[in-house]
């Protein structure tokens, strides 16, 4: 793939300077989290050759050797459901895998690569819920703490459920029924400190001066697991919108997008950390005040940790401490992530000695100290391997194609970090 750098120069700058990610700017959410985008610049580069030889860049900072570092299993708190089309993921903080499906249950084995139709009923055809693995209608699923929650979709409600791998047995937690000539569907968002945050759409036919017409109507709640109560969310108000991020029993970090009362069309964004209490809420760090810049990347928060650019620093806010801590200073950081208990940021400029700009990436672990800079598989115009969501031992990501067209694959972090793209392989499909 490498092979693609001097080709198709005009499409390589869009790519770029929507820096790392190579998409566009959508509006964040919880559900599908934003992808990268990136400022536009007064001057473009340009991306020739050089026609003359050019002095190899001396990066003061260590490039990754040949031992990899330290690796962790993903956080047990504020975890993100994962979606590919109508599949469901649910990546284990307790196994080496994840599990995925969307009506039967399946594992995908992170230390052999390997997937099973959890099901062990000899001669099961696995299409209906005589079998072990069967699911339903499954609208969402996650692991949580070890346990194996799902949504799903029923003839007399939406249900929240929890199955067994093991045993293949299904406990429904709670349903919430249909309402009268209408359907209801739930799915989760995420989950933590024992609460999960649900998403509820429903349409109902209602009558409008004698004519039956479709209602659709949409909300989000906290769903608390110990008491089974629920706290609908209701923090939106006018001129701005809102979306949480991550959140503990006292409170919800979100981002804000905020209208502009001078400048119409205009928005400025925050980081906002809401009381679960009373719904009031302090800023965080604000785009007006601070620089602040939030992640354009999935990757944007790790267990009660996010990372936070503003100006040229880059912090670690803490849930629940309510801490900023600086993690390191650098010019012309692009973008930025969290996964694997490290910070990952992506610095684009043009060093001296130069023609063309660079893009290098670094990794620094949650603490701070010195970076380290990854190989990147000789990419310098793009991040060649974009991590989506992560397992105990391996990432889950994007690498473009030679027609810049996005295809996830599987990676070992180990092979990640030393640079061996040689063997990533196809995410499993059902």
Request: charged residues 25%.
């Amino acid at each position: 793939m490498k092979l693609r750098k001097w080709l198709c120069l005009a499409l390589s700058l869009v790519l770029i300077l929507g820096v790392l990610s190579g998409c566009k700017n959508d509006t964040p959410d919880n559900t599908e989290p934003p992808v990268n985008t990136e400022p536009s610049e007064t001057t473009e580069p340009t991306f020739a050759p050089p026609t003359e030889p050019t002095t190899e860049y001396q990066d003061p900072y260590p490039t990754q050797p040949e031992e990899p570092p330290q690796s962790y299993a993903p956080p047990e708190e504020n975890r993100l459901v994962q979606r590919e089309n109508e599949m469901q993921m649910a990546p284990s903080s307790v196994r080496d895998g994840y599990y995925y499906g969307s009506q039967v249950l399946m594992f995908y084995d992170g230390a052999t690569g390997e997937t099973q139709v959890l099901c062990q009923k000899p001669g099961c055809t696995h299409e209906d819920s005589s079998c072990e693995a069967w699911l339903g209608e499954t609208t969402s699923m996650i692991e949580y703490h070890g346990v194996l929650y799902f949504t799903r979709t029923e003839d007399t409600g939406a249900q929240l459920c929890t199955k067994d791998p093991e045993t293949g047995e299904i406990q429904v937690i709670t349903q919430w029924d249909h309402p009268q000539k209408g359907k209801l569907e739930c799915s989760i968002e995420e989950a933590s400190h024992n609460l999960l945050l649900v998403r509820f759409s429903q349409t109902q036919l209602v009558d409008k001066n004698g004519l039956a017409q479709e209602e659709s109507l949409s909300w989000k709640a906290l769903y608390d697991l110990d008491t089974h109560a629920e706290k609908k969310i209701s923090w939106e108000e006018e001129g701005t919108s809102l979306w949480i991020l991550m959140f503990n029993r006292d409170s919800a970090l979100t981002t804000a997008l905020i209208d502009d009362p001078q400048t119409p069309g205009k928005q400025q964004e925050e980081l906002r950390l809401y009381s679960l209490e009373d719904d009031s809420y302090t800023v965080i760090s604000s785009q007006e005040k601070d620089g602040f810049r939030r992640s354009m990347d999935p990757c944007s928060f790790y267990g009660n940790q996010m990372a936070i650019l503003e100006g040229d620093t880059l912090y670690v806010y803490d849930l629940n401490t309510q801490e900023k801590r600086e993690i390191i200073t650098m010019g012309s950081i692009r973008n930025y992530w969290i996964a694997d208990g490290k910070v990952f940021f992506a610095v684009k400029d043009t060093p001296l000695g130069q023609s063309s700009p660079l893009l290098r990436l670094y990794y620094v672990d949650l603490e701070g100290g010195t970076p380290t800079r990854l190989k990147n598989s000789g990419e310098t115009l793009s991040v060649y391997f974009r991590i989506l969501w992560e397992g105990t031992s391996f990432f889950v990501g994007e690498v473009l194609d030679d027609n810049f067209l996005p295809h996830q694959y599987i990676i070992s972090k180990a092979d990640y970090y030393t640079d061996n793209f040689a063997i990533i392989h196809a995410q499993p499909q059902e």
